[in-house]
């Protein structure tokens, strides 16, 4: 039997360190297009969904970046608030 809420399972609170901007993936995916042109796999954070409580009920927020405006953004409910990326941490 799984231990959580709401019999579905239990959550990972694993936390998950990675940068903003120029994660390599290279080394860790393997494709014949990848290996033929040499180019790297580096991606940029735009979008980040964190879920708080536990299996059975909780609550979501959203952190997403402008391209446009270059800024990121929290969203929690009816509520968009301007953050800095080092919120991004809490």
Known sequence: M???GGG??????A???FPLEGLD????????????DGKR??????AV?????????????AYAQSPIADKW?????SRVSSISPSQLKN
Request: hydrophobic residues 30%; charged residues 25%; glycine residues 10%.
């Open 73 to 77: 953004f929290e969203f929690d409910d």
């Open 15 to 17: 936390e998950v360190d």
């Open 25 to 36: 993936l290279t080394d860790h995916v393997i494709s014949k297009e990848q290996q033929a």
């Open 41 to 46: 796999l580096i991606y940029d954070l735009y």
């Open 49 to 61: 969904s964190n879920h708080y409580g536990n299996m059975g009920f909780g609550h979501y927020r």
């Open 2 to 4: 799984f231990s959580g």
């Open 8 to 13: 579905y399972g239990s959550k990972i609170d």
